[in-house]
């Protein structure tokens, strides 16, 4: 019954004016943030943080934590509307929430990512109250070779994103992991692919390829089809999902909590994997899969749910271990550090008003997030409304100065310029951006972790198999590959069949 | 009198308005690394402190690439008229000109190296379960055990790095490096005993140490540090001369007047010894630094400068 007192202790804390202002504060600049293209919340966190050094910290903590998941949420919104990704956790919700946009049911496409986003957040928030120091144990388990058999996993898994061609995807993966290298060397520190250009040094940024691919190229293919550009405007369609679409969103729900609670715990790229890993998993597993990539609602709401969960529990690491999980939490970790505070397993005996407080204010922040936005969707689908020709150029705007002020370089810019024509091609060879984005996130971790394996068994590669988590991972992908290389047969040639019959 | 009558022929020497023009407009501090690191933190506590004091808003923008040398570049050819300073830290004006063969600015003559903000010592940390107490024990542990023990990293070519490879080149042991990218990472490899040791800066060391989930042996610089004061030096564990710290500091464009300088110098000062500022760079590990003026500065940097790129040469962390 500890648990108990500690959640009515947090509450508590959570539930005070001033803080449940600071939580509101946090959740509508996140949200604003997140609808602003290219405006993350590591850049918006970084410009709040000399303001925070005057508020107490649990105040502090609370709004920066808000601006965070606030930022998801209106990640998701952009995502849906006009395919821009803010996040890296929403390029899985353009696959099929832009599409459902298209097809005029944006509206229960926001309010199923809405819905999703607070059951999620709901039941990790008591994930983390209840298992945070159990599950901080997992974290520990994981070391290079276990992180890379769960990339291989991932690879594996993300051919079955693609809604055509399994070749095709398979080469988006493989321009992804090649798109990957570029940058420094971990262990030797060498420069590859940089070709001199010392903006290159670090890699390419997610979110300037991101918002290249999905977002500019989805704008020059729009403008090139003159007739259909009024698909969106005659048709709104409703706000809220039937009784049908509930049905068909709770499993994939239920699922991507699951998921997104399981993977967020891991530090370094599991949250990040949890809205790829189950957009597959729904793939596989739902009625609907021929849906999937043209709007499938199922498709919004399994990765919507993951994400926000995958976001709640990647503080298990941060407030347990003392860990950043993702960028995010490390400024988290360096506000903590302004206010005195060592994050570190200590925090939470030391300071159980904050640790209690925060994990409340999560849930508070979630509930906020959901009263905010469902009343909102109406307004969002008025801007789909707005003619094409102040929309674009106006989108065009705001991509250009988001991802300028991702490193205040013009050079970004340009980057994003050269993906959108590479995205245009892409789409013009019926060839999906998603799998290249995975491979393009997981490919440099999954180099990095293969080698620094290679380098600690001193160049031993059954490693990979004789730790247990990383041999079942292989395992697991190794039967994958069987069975999607089986399937793709089959169906191929109960296609076939299906169409002798009919003639 | 004489310190007026010095302003004024370096005003006018110099061909520039004179000292109380300056700031004319907002004021800019380029952070070379990415927002929320220590770099980060310390120059916007800093800069709220002197945009009170100045009377000139200024800001930070973070510049990140290249190992902090493209906002450091950036500024280096930037105007000279203290709107634009960075802050400089020891990777970019110590480290990369030897780890990276070459870099677009000179660290010392580019630059006018204003103010030493901060100084971190780093901590050699072991895993609990390393039969190893001290650091004498850590030597004869890998002399028994000659490339077996792994020592992680931040990357390639940092201070943890390098202080593994001073420390392998002075003890004359072998081990391996484990590069991570930061330091968090590698930290947790270490709780979990993946690897067993690594040299991790004070700060984020700290809170792991005290809650006992790994074990501290020693600090890398010559004087014990008085967050820790029971841990040992390794220069009093049998590692003569040993000294190594992480530091930054703000620096202006080469041809700043000297004016200028010397205001922003003494804002910069009274900026960090105001109370709330000090508690929080002492938060981050470090204590107020021994080099107070600007000249003290260049001849340290021009000396770490020295020290590094021998280390570097030896470590062999340049890529050929």
Redesign the interface.
Known sequence: MEILSNLALGFGVALSPFNLLMCLVGVVLGTLIGVLPGVGP??T???L??IT?NLNPIGALIMLAGIYYGAQYGGSTTAILVNLPGESSSVVTCLDGYQMARRGRAGPALATAAIGSFFAGTISTLVVALFAPPLAEV???F??SEYFSLMVLGLVAATVLASGSLIKAIAMVLLGLLLGLVG????????RFAFGV??L??GIGFVVVAMGMFGLAEIIVNLEQTDQREVFTSKVGRLMPSKEDFKRMAPSILRGTALGSALGIL??GGALLSSFASYTVEKKVSKYSHEFGKGAIEGVAGPESANNAGAQTSFI?LLT????GN?VM??M???M??Q?I?????VMTERPQLFWGMIASMWVGNLMLVILNLPMIGLWIKLLTVPYRILYPAILVFMCIGVFSL???PFDVLIMAFFGVLGYICAKLACEPAPMILGFILGPLME?NLR?AM??S?GDPLVFFQKPISATFLIISIVLLVVISLPALRSKREQAFAGEEQK | MKRLALLLMLAATSGLAPAQAWPTRPVRIVAPYAAGGPIDISARLIAAKLQESLGQPVVVENRPGAGGNLGVDYVAKSAPDGHTVVVGAIATHAINPTLMGSVPYDPIKDFRHVALMVQVPNVLIVNLELPAQNVGELVALAKSRPGRLDFASGSTGSTGHLAGELFKGMTGTYMVHIPYKGAAPAVLDLMAGRVQLMFDNLASALPNVRSGKVRALAVTTRARSGFLPELPTLDESGLRGFDMTTWWGLMAPGKTPQPVVERLHAETLKAMAAPDVRDRLRAMGSEPPAIRTPEQFTAFVAAEQKTYAELVRRSGAKPD
């Open positions: 590591v850049a966190i970084a410009m943080l000399p050094f974290a520990l388990k070391g290079p420094t060397d971990v262990n030797s520190g060498v420069l010392s903006e040094a670090d530090p370094g690491p271990l003392g860990i950043p960028a490390a400024l970790i360096g506000a550090m302004i005195g060592a994050p570190g397993p200590q490193s205040n370089n990095e620094r380098l600690l001193r």
